[in-house]
């Protein structure tokens, strides 16, 4: 049994209104992730800490997912990552938080997993730990991106909430400016997650983001945070996606496992978490998989790029409903 499950983030209130014009390129990215990764995990060429590990790698090089290059820009003009990873079979854990020199910040989560200690390394010692280890150093200018610049140059001139330009599509093509306005909401999302399990029943979880466009200097959402945004032990393992100070509050990641762990249900469980997170702020979504082989890709809001492969079976969605 082997089951690989992703997302790229999740946002936007009100009914589904269907694809916008970028969104076949971040589809056929879901595509290739899974079948690449998916493949080699169904043939044990790679377990799944190596599994979680290059599927988020490869959503971080899509430049249309907030992670990696393309990551959304701040406050203060420049793009600070934040990226965790974790275990299930002895609760080993890695995270950075506000890498900004990282091609790949979920690489240098996992050396700091494999390092053992310290778990969490933050800001010019997580660059300086990754680059020292091996993963590719590249500068700010490499990052972003026409589009994240569109954005953060309309949040300027708006003075709009953080992250509330995150979704639009529209800064690269005025056309789209109507729809989007209408289409997105306010709290912007763009995390990008992966969980696993291979054929020996061992399971992982991992997490990375750009998080909100013009968010202060310092501020760090549940992406990094191992219990909020991740979470992997001997039965589960989950990726969560929104607002993140929401699935802090809520220690949403851990919260799963512990509803879990309680006897109650996949589905249900992940239903309270999110009905948990959503007075707060944080509508959003997760995904999680079991050691007994469930899974789910729950959200709240209008859409959650998401996909999964399982035992050779491949779907992926954005709105309510999955494609093969």
């Known amino acids: ?24 390129a971040r589809i056929e990215c879901m595509r290739q992730v899974l079948s690449a990764v998916g ?13 979680v590990t290059v599927a988020v790698e490869m959503l971080e090089d899509e430049p249309l997912f907030n992670a990696g290059k393309g990551s959304v ?28 020199r990282l091609r790949h910040p979920v690489r240098a989560a996992n050396l700091i997993l494999k390092q053992g200690w310290p778990v969490m390394l933050s800001s010019s010692a997580a660059d300086d730990f990754g680059i020292a280890n091996g993963v590719e150093e590249v500068s700010q200018e490499w990052l972003k991106t026409d589009l994240r610049l569109g954005q953060w140059q309309q949040w300027r001139s708006t ?3 953080p992250g509330s330009t995150d979704e639009n599509d529209s800064v690269l ?30 399971l992982a979880a991992a997490t990375s983001t750009g998080g909100m466009t013009g968010k202060p200097e310092g501020r760090v959402g549940d992406t990094p945070i191992i219990g909020a945004g991740t979470w992997a032990d001997e039965t589960i393992a989950v990726s969560c996606t ?8 809520t220690c949403a990641a851990h919260s799963l496992a512990m509803h879990l762990q309680q006897g109650n249900a996949l589905v249900e469980s992940a239903n309270i978490v999110l009905d948990a997170v959503a007075p707060l702020g944080g509508r ?8 007994d082989g469930q899974f789910v890709m729950p ?20 709105g309510p409903q999955l494609e093969q």
């Open 1 to 24: 049994m082997t089951i690989l499950v992703i997302h790229g983030g999740a946002g936007g209130d009100g009914p589904w209104l269907g694809k916008t014009p970028l969104d076949p």
């Open 39 to 51: 493949t080699k995990l169904q043939r044990q060429e790679i377990d799944c800490l190596e599994a």
């Open 73 to 100: 820009i701040g406050s203060d003009g420049t793009i600070t990552m934040d990226s965790s990873i974790m275990q299930g079979r002895d609760k080993a854990a890695g995270s950075v938080i506000g890498a900004r």
């Open 159 to 161: 003075r709009s909430s």
């Open 173 to 202: 093509d005025h056309d789209l400016e109507g729809r989007v306005a209408k289409e997105f909401s306010d709290e912007g999302m763009g995390t990008v997650g992966a969980v696993a399990i291979d054929s020996q029943g061992m």
């Open 242 to 249: 929104g607002v993140g100070e929401a699935y802090i509050r």
């Open 284 to 291: 959003g979504g997760l995904i999680a998989v079991t050691a």
């Open 299 to 318: 959200f709240q809001t209008r859409l959650m790029y998401r996909g999964v492969w399982d035992n050779g079976s491949m779907k992926v969605g954005i």
